[in-house]
Every structure is written in C-alpha cells, then in structure tokens.
C-alpha cells in the first residue's frame, strides 16, 4: 500500500514507520493519523515482523497536529471533533498495546500528540539536541487523548507542571523524568545494538511480557493480581518457545527463533 504522509519499510523482521511531512515538520492530521492506524494494523498481523522502530524525515520528530486540520475542525460540531479525537485515542492505543516491541527515534522537536507518540513506545531514544512541548493550552487546548500516557511516562506531578506550563524542555530533562530512555548522538548505531538485542528476544514471551506489564500497570498487589501472574508464567512455560528456550538453555545452544 502506498501512503501520502508515512512510510512504511520492512527488512529483516523490523518494521520501520516513517513521518514524511517533512516540509511541514511532520504536523500530523486525520490523513496521517489514517495512514498510521493502517499501517499499524499491517505491521500487527504481519507474522514476520518482530519489530517497530518509528522514526521520521526531516529535521524534527513532528510538530504536532497541523493547523490547518485544527482549523477545519474548529468549524465543526462536538459530534464530529468527538469522532475526530477517537482516531486520535485509537491511534494512541493501538501504537501502546502492539504485540511487540516499539522504538521511537527522536530527532529536532517533538511538540503536542507527538509527545504522546513518544510515550507510547517501549524505548524512545533522543538526540541530545531534541526538543519536547506539551505546548496545547497555548492555543486554547489540552493535551486530552494523549494524556493518560504521557502521565503514565513522567508521574503526576511533572504532568502538573508541563501540561499547564506548556515550556519547551530538553532531551536531559525528557531523560531525567523518564520520557525517553537514552539520549545518542548516533541514533541509528545505537538502534542497531537494541535490535540486536530484542531480536535475540524469544517473540512469544516479548508478547507475553508486552501484555503483562499493560495488564497489571498500576493494579494493586491482591490476590486477583498475583493470580493473573501465576497464569501467565505457566501459560508461557508450556508454550512451544518457552519449551524451546528451556531446551536450548539447558542443552547450551541458539535457540530456534534466532535466525542465522
């Protein structure tokens, strides 16, 4: 399939997805965020595809959401900005909760949704340079749909202070409240190594790990947690790759799911 506003690029297991607006800063709108969710769903049901880097073109991750897509939706009614803001939400879930592992690779300014973007990776590494807004109340807005993962990523009270502030702050202070994971001036390098490391990843129990810590973020320590993590140890101990790592472990060989 053919996109306007991405690209989408599988070699070698890994899934790379692309922002290619990059004469307008990579600003997104409901073109873009279609072209996402369906390239999403490619890549989800895709069953050699064992990794998702999100990268973009251009100097900056992306601006945010293209102002021309807010005007034209200002001129609308609550019904249709609601219907407007699900595919937003949908694409923030449906980026959050794929079956495998995601790495987002920050360059230039990353400002409004695409900092939910950011938060909904697994591993998010910037460019020491990079630069970060949660810039909505400037203009009148809040960062809504995009909320609950950002505050999931820098706690309650850095929410406080960026959300309401709407300041631009670096790629340190992105590190420092847990943003972004590591910052590199050679992004692709060190994508390189992570790649290598997740591939070497039994794809099954990076799956089941995924879905773990999704399913029990936040849920108190009671008896229906603790019975959910034993089901899921012994789910993944009989599993065929989990009878294979084992196997391979204990006899001192690669296991099967690494190629080469």
Not at 43 to 65: C, I, K, M
Not at 159 to 168: D, H, N, P
Request: net charge negative.
């Amino acid at each position: 399939m053919s996109y306007a506003h991405i690209e989408l690029r599988i070699e070698a297991a890994v899934a790379r997805l692309t922002l290619n607006r990059p004469e307008l800063h990579n600003a997104f709108d409901d073109r873009m965020i279609a072209e996402l969710l369906q390239a999403l769903h490619s890549v989800a049901h895709n069953t050699e595809v064992r990794l998702l880097v999100l990268a973009s073109n251009g100097s900056n991750f992306s601006a945010g959401a293209d102002l021309g897509w807010m005007r034209s939706m200002a001129a609308k009614n609550y019904a249709d900005n609601c219907a407007d803001a699900e595919q937003l939400a949908l694409l923030m879930q449906r980026l959050d909760e794929l079956p495998l592992p995601t790495i987002a690779l920050v360059r230039g300014a990353a400002f409004g949704g695409a900092v939910g973007l950011v938060a909904c990776c697994d591993i998010a590494l910037a460019e020491s340079s990079a630069s970060f807004c949660l810039s909505e109340v400037k203009i009148g807005l809040i960062p809504a749909v995009i909320s609950p993962y950002v505050m999931r990523a820098i706690g309650h009270r850095q929410a406080r202070r960026y959300m309401l502030s709407a300041e631009r702050f670096n790629a340190a202070s992105a590190l420092a409240m847990g943003l972004v994971h590591e910052l590199s001036d050679d992004l692709e390098q060190r994508l390189g190594q992570l790649q290598q490391q997740l591939l070497s990843n039994s794809p099954a129990a990076l799956a089941a790990a995924k879905n773990l810590i999704l399913a029990i973020d936040q849920q108190p320590l009671n008896a229906i947690t603790r019975e959910h993590t034993i089901k899921q140890i012994a789910q993944i101990r009989v599993s065929a790759e989990g009878q294979e790592g084992l196997t391979a472990f204990l006899e001192k060989r690669t296991p099967a799911w690494i190629k080469g």
